[in-house]
């Protein structure tokens, strides 16, 4: 008992010795670098919102200023910029009517359009929406009947008259102006109901539906799940918890999520069963069949006789374009393409469309290893000519101008410097006349007129201001509307990310991203790295390549005594298609070898750069890619924070492993093809320290791929350390700031060697102005 009295009273004063030699971070430094959040916007002014067209080529958007915001109203056709009301007279008739006292600057709206007459404006308030004549600014309450559907799960004719919505597994019809409901179907039951986008990660109970142009008829489908496996999750609480389960297809299951397709006509309700197989659940971009309501890869013709539509295969490397009979449901196949891959329809947005008066169609394909448009014939499905070419990539296809047989659309890499930049260009449906609309370096965001006359674009770079403008479609510029002003916001010693590009793992291809460095950088100094990683593969790091004021806590991380890189990595999108396809079939590579490259070679350039201490975290897919770094490349990666990550994709939902690895298989030794490929297999090899995270309702990714990383490590005997959210999603919801904490100590104390401030609370501060939304 002496004896080992004797040795650890040695031992704990060492111990305290030890702790008391760690450098400490203070309450200040951390509050420093909160600073540096999303807070950092409220000091950024003449920041223009989305452009919202009316009629005869105007636009009105909302601008944010220093003293809050301020209403604009462009006539583009002349080339004019004013006020789109009297705020100030506004201000004082709504303090009238609420008792509440409001400037012209901060006008609480939380909805705000034009009427169709433009006489008037209305508004949501206090729960309440508002009417306000603009001749004598008064208000009264609005009881005008609404121009859409009031319900979330609703889905509106495009005449405003009707709205779709899901009960008990069938469609309904709701009149909005006498609130009459009609049963539209009558045969759906459980796990095979109508229009429900109920499959894998995607639950919910909005219609999906695509209307014809006429309101009179609605294309959907009848979605089978009846065979599918559930997933399963449980709250956490006082007494018996709370079990989910909700059908979830995985990789290799013999049953997923079928869609039987229908037109509906809803004036004398009818179901007409298009004469053709069931199609997997699934999308030509992206892994879900549903954007904002609505069907994805269906096109009607303009009087409602025919519906154009594109099937494709479960492991989506074969599209087969369509064209339906609305009356009789007969199918017509057109033409079809095959990837050895995965086959996109578009970067950004799907892109072909179907000119059913020329009988022709628009279509995307990146057989020549580029994303460029086709034009096929729709009668016979053969191929009239290409229309875009070259080694450059169209992001989207922005609109089509029949009578005159012009193409506009949105690329990227056409323009020199970084290839990520959108721009914006017409062409005629020939090939010929190819014109770049958006001369101006950086990343171009528009917003085309309805007439197709006009468009406003918002253009900027990470590290230059955005700029509003508003130019004809000739590519004549009318007017420059907004400068965002970073006066302010560099007063509070704000400073840009530094782009950068560096050659991927090949050594020669260029991949790009961003390097964020403390304010007070003593170039003298070494400083930690953290790779901030998403490896897609349908999307990277960097994502949006405009200006941002903050992106994530890059630029706090870096203010706590860090060099903070994101890249986006090979395999990435918006690129060539080689490109893209370089990890296929192997998303364990996870743009790993190119982040090692990257960091190496940025710093030869900054030596201020320590290689030796490198930390990795992500979110998701992110969070699946750290953990592979810190089990595959053990040596360069010493620190990670894997939070949400679908480290097993055997256990994350079907469309996404069968479309980026291919379907699952089995070799002769009974192994499948995604089982090298999942973390837990290599947890034994971690030396450095791992966090993990995960939302324990995580209905996006399972917890469970997190729980098998848990076990394999304890297996391995190996020291890991967890955060769990008990009845969180995703995200993490509100404990989303207790996990940046988190990281932020993590990072602090096992990478930078000091002791964190106990317990921070990181605040939300939003801007101010932002309660006008």
Not at 133 to 152: E, F, G, H, V, W
Not at 286 to 293: A, E, F, T
Not at 315 to 334: F, L
Request: aromatic share 12%.
């Amino acid at each position: 008992m002496k004896q080992w009295s004797t040795f650890l009273v040695p031992a704990l004063l060492f111990g305290s010795v030890y702790a008391q030699q760690r450098p400490v971070m203070t309450t200040q430094d951390y509050a420093r670098a909160e600073r540096f959040l999303t807070a950092t916007q409220q000091y950024v002014d003449h920041v223009p919102g989305r452009p919202t067209w009316l009629s005869g080529d105007r636009f009105w958007y909302r601008n944010l200023i220093a003293q809050g915001s301020e209403f604009i109203l462009v006539n583009a056709a002349k080339g004019t910029r004013t006020p789109a009301f009297d705020q100030q007279k506004l201000a004082e008739s709504l303090s009238g009517v609420t008792n509440t006292k409001y400037t012209a600057w901060m006008l609480p709206f939380q909805e705000f359009t034009y009427a169709p007459d433009e006489k008037f404006i209305t508004f949501s308030a206090h729960g309440k929406s508002w009417k306000c004549d603009l001749k004598s600014y008064q208000i009264t309450a609005d009881t005008t009947p609404k121009n859409r559907a009031d319900r979330r799960n609703e889905t509106l004719s495009p005449d405003g008259k009707k709205s779709a919505f899901i009960k008990d597994y069938n469609l309904w019809l709701r009149d909005l102006s006498t609130g009459q409901l009609t049963q539209l179907t009558k045969d759906g039951v459980k796990d095979f109901g109508y229009a429900t986008d109920n499959a894998g990660w995607k639950h919910s109970d909005r219609a999906i539906v695509t209307w014809s142009p006429d309101s009179r008829k609605i294309a959907t489908f009848q979605q089978d799940e009846r065979a599918v496996g559930d997933m399963y999750l449980a709250t956490t609480n006082v007494g018996h918890p709370t079990l989910e389960a909700w059908k979830y297809p995985l990789p290799g299951d013999s049953a997923i999520a079928m869609i039987h397709r229908v037109i509906i006509e809803v004036e004398n309700p009818k179901v007409i069963r298009l004469q053709v197989s069931p199609d997997p659940h699934r999308s030509t971009l992206g892994d879900d069949i549903s954007r904002g309501g609505e069907l994805n890869d269906v096109q009607w013709s303009e009087d409602g006789s025919q519906l154009a539509f594109v099937s494709t295969s479960r492991d989506h490397k074969q599209e087969k374009v369509r064209i339906a009979d609305a009356v009789t449901g007969a199918v017509r196949e057109v033409f079809g393409e095959t990837s050895a891959t995965q086959f996109e329809s578009g970067q950004t947005a799907i892109s072909w469309k179907y000119l059913p008066k020329t009988k022709e169609l628009i279509w995307y394909s990146e057989r020549d290893n580029w994303g460029h448009l086709y034009l096929y014939d729709a009668t016979t499905g053969q191929l009239k000519n290409q229309i875009t070419k070259g080694d450059w990539v169209v992001l989207s296809l922005t609109d089509v101008d029949e009578k005159n047989r012009t193409i506009y659309f949105m690329a990227g890499g056409k323009e020199t410097g970084n290839p990520y930049f959108a721009h914006f260009y017409k062409v005629g449906f020939d090939g010929k006349n190819l014109v770049s609309l958006t001369p101006e370096p950086g990343n171009h965001q528009i917003s085309l007129s309805p007439s197709g006359n006009y468009f406003s674009d918002l253009y900027a770079q990470p590290d230059v201001p955005s700029v509003l403008t508003v130019r004809n479609t000739s590519g004549k510029l009318v007017a420059q509307l907004e400068k965002t002003d970073l006066t302010r916001l560099k007063a509070a010693g704000w400073k840009a990310p530094i782009p950068f590009s560096a050659k991927a793992h090949d050594g020669k291809t260029d991949v790009y991203g961003l390097l964020y460095t403390p304010t007070h950088l003593d170039p003298n100094k070494k400083y930690p790295v953290i790779d901030y990683i998403y490896p897609g593969p349908q999307g990277g790091s960097v994502g949006n390549w405009g200006f941002a004021a903050s992106r994530r806590d890059n630029q706090a991380l870096a203010e706590l005594g860090f060099i903070v890189v994101e890249l986006e990595g090979t395999s990435n999108p918006k690129r060539s298609k080689s490109f893209h396809d370089m990890s296929y079939g192997n998303m364990a590579e996870n743009t790993l070898p190119d982040q090692i490259s990257a960091i190496k070679q940025l710093a030869s350039t900054y030596a201020y750069m320590d290689t030796s201490k490198v930390g990795i975290w992500g979110h998701s897919g992110g969070g699946f890619a750290t953990a592979c770094a810190m089990f595959r490349y053990p040596d360069f990666f010493k620190v990670g924070i894997s939070e949400s990550g679908n480290h097993d994709n055997r256990n994350y939902e079907d469309d996404w492993g069968e479309r980026y690895i291919g379907l699952e298989t089995k070799g002769k030794d009974g192994k499948s093809n995604y089982e090298n490929q999942a973390n837990q297999v290599h947890a034994k090899n971690l030396k450095g320290k791992l966090m993990l995270a995960h939302g324990m309702m995580d209905d996006n990714v399972p917890p469970y791929n997190t729980l098998l990383v848990v076990e394999a490590l304890e297996k391995a005997n190996k020291d890991y350390d967890l955060v769990i959210f008990p009845n969180s999603r995703h995200g993490f919801g509100a404990y989303s700031n207790y996990m940046m904490r988190r990281r932020w100590d993590y990072f602090v104390r096992h990478l930078l060697g000091a002791e964190p401030p106990k317990e921070y609370l990181i605040k939300s501060v939003a801007d101010p102005r932002n309660e006008v939304k």
